[in-house]
């Protein structure tokens, strides 16, 4: 299956890649279907690319490679509006707002996007977690993670 994107031109995608979202995205109601794509190889960064609207791409991260504590509680309609038998089934993608400065790159930890890897079914929900919001700073946890020899390097970038 072809698609156009703005970004990466038209592309080649397998049909069974594609999923959809029926409400669409929070801002986003006309896009329905998407599918993810690569960045780089090894980038823990992906795109959710819209099919049918070539101009709606995001950048999306597993938040579970920056936040390993990270928690979705699914509500039993959603799960069940989703086909969710088990948490196995789900694949979690969290949208990130890259900023000028590359410091200053947010993730929208309040609002991810939930993919039924089984039924190819998605929704954005919005969790009742108060620790969540719209703009955790990503490269905070991207350096919690690398740990403390990471920390300084980038200190020493700012200074």
């Given at each position: 299956?072809?698609?156009?994107?703005?970004?990466?031109?038209?592309?080649?995608?397998?049909?069974?890649?594609?999923?959809?979202?029926?409400?669409?995205?929070?801002?986003?109601?006309?896009?329905?279907?998407?599918?993810?794509?690569?960045?780089?190889?090894?980038?823990?960064?992906?795109?959710?690319?819209?099919?049918?609207?070539?101009?709606?791409?995001?950048?999306v991260?597993?938040?579970?490679?920056?936040?390993?504590?990270?928690l979705?509680?699914?509500?039993?309609?959603?799960?069940?509006?989703?086909?969710?038998?088990s948490?196995?089934d789900?694949?979690?993608?969290?949208?990130?707002t890259?900023?000028?400065?590359?410091?200053?790159?947010?993730?929208?930890l309040?609002a991810?996007?939930?993919?039924?890897?089984?039924?190819?079914?998605?929704k954005q929900?919005?969790?009742?977690?108060?620790?969540?919001?719209?703009?955790?700073?990503?490269?905070?946890?991207?350096?919690?993670?690398?740990?403390?020899?990471?920390?300084?390097?980038?200190?020493?970038?700012?200074?």
């Open positions: 299956m072809r698609i156009a994107t703005c970004r990466f031109g038209e592309l080649e995608i397998k049909p069974e890649s594609v999923f959809s979202i029926a409400e669409g995205l929070f801002g986003f109601a006309h896009a329905r279907r998407y599918c993810l794509l690569e960045h780089t190889p090894e980038s823990p960064f992906r795109w959710l690319q819209s099919v049918d609207q070539p101009e709606v791409a995001f950048v991260i597993d938040p579970l490679e920056f936040f390993p504590d990270y979705v509680e699914i509500a039993d309609p959603e799960a069940e509006a989703l086909g969710l038998h948490p196995d789900a694949a979690i993608l969290n949208i990130v890259i900023a000028e400065n590359y410091r200053d790159t947010t993730v929208n309040l991810p996007v939930v993919v039924n890897t089984r039924t190819r079914k998605a929900l919005i969790l009742a977690n108060e620790a969540y919001d719209t703009k955790h700073r990503l490269l905070d946890a991207a350096q919690r993670k690398a740990g403390p020899t990471a920390e300084r390097a980038t200190a020493q970038d700012g200074e």
